[in-house]
């Protein structure tokens, strides 16, 4: 038995999809890619959504239109989650921005809340909030000391499509949300990533930005910039700053057929989720994440607790052994890896949580089918390495 990290969510619905364009002979981001767009905003009750060529790329504008619109500007301070992904941080690092660090709640993965509060400052002017894994943030304390303080409040969902707050969909709790189509994540579109946001100001500098920086893609009653009535013109002229972060017409497509199916894929991964949880309570040794809210349960995390403390090179290469996949907690406590001495950066106290995930922790896949099979090999193989 093979335990992959993701498992394939196509079927000839996707290949049909892939055959329409491929017969349209256009290739480059056209309709299928706006229809994508107008489904998605309307399935994640969004005024506006953007496609661009991955989640990375997704938080890249996001960033980008805030200091293009100069709600944030250069040397400002945004409070990030010591545990993310790189491309949580890099965009603020590219745009001159400060990251402050602060540590993870053990529980729940996410940023300590508790934490919060002090960590601000007068030079504070957001909040990057990371969905990890699927599981919400505690975002009614979060927005209480946006709001106290006058902080922009920033949602990387790219591990947490279709996971919800208090009804809510992630995402859609902040100014603006970035959300992940990779092949491993909750539906696929190839490569892909979505940029979601009321504010029309903010989704026309993303049109913008996510093609050169030109006009060709604004509205002509944009409030960023008046268009000239001279399509020569405006087709190649630029106003700020940009990239080409463009998707292609075949990740919309796939997007379309996949969006169908997301109600079903996230349903189904809380399933294993719950098998999961009912059979991992009790076993020593072995702690997993505390739901907030309702995840969408990218993965199952598993942190080594009293009993197996300093064995996960053990665990991880028997689990390897038995066909299992495992990858760290996203990438650990970030500031450990080289790359921070790029970043214009400060801790706030210590990490001990992030610390402790960075060396006792790691996760492993979940599924869009059934995959009750794979975690009781799992609980198996947990129950063997407690007695060996």
Known sequence: MKYTLSDNTWDRRE????????????????????????????????????????????????????????????????????????????PLSQFGLKLKFVDIDLATLNIDVSKLEKAITNKTKAIFAVNLL?????????????????????????????????????????????????????????????????????????LSIRSHGWTRHLPKNSNIYEKKEDEFYESFNFIMPGYNLRPIEMEGALGIEQLKKLDGIIDQRRKNAEYFINNIEGLKGFQ????????????????????????????????????IDVRPIVAGNFTRNKAIEYLDHEIYGELKNADYIHDQGFFVGNHSKPNYDKVDLLIEIFKEFNAS
């Open 15 to 90: 290949y049909q999809a892939l055959e329409s364009v491929i017969k349209s002979g256009f290739f480059s981001m056209g309709e299928k890619v706006q229809e994508f767009e107008v489904q998605f905003a309307k399935k994640f009750n969004s005024k506006y959504a953007i496609m661009s060529n991955s989640g990375s790329s997704a938080n890249l504008l996001a960033i980008a239109s805030l200091v293009y619109s100069k709600r944030l500007m250069a040397g400002d301070e945004v409070i990030v989650p010591s545990v993310s992904w790189s491309t949580t941080y890099f």
């Open 134 to 206: 699927g599981n919400p943030n505690e975002f009614d304390k979060i927005l209480n000391l946006c709001n106290e303080h006058n902080l922009i409040l920033l949602e990387d969902n790219c591990e947490s499509m279709g996971a919800s707050y208090k009804g809510k969909q992630l995402g859609t709790i902040g100014l603006l949300g970035t959300f992940s189509t990779f092949y491993s994540h909750h539906i696929c579109t190839m490569e892909g990533g979505v940029t979601v946001t009321d504010d029309e100001d903010l989704y026309h500098y993303m």
């Open 288 to 323: 997993t994440q505390n739901e907030i809210g309702e995840s969408s349960w990218f993965g199952f995390a598993i942190i080594l607790t009293e009993g197996n403390i300093g064995r996960r090179k053990e665990l991880l290469k028997l689990l390897q052994s038995k066909g």
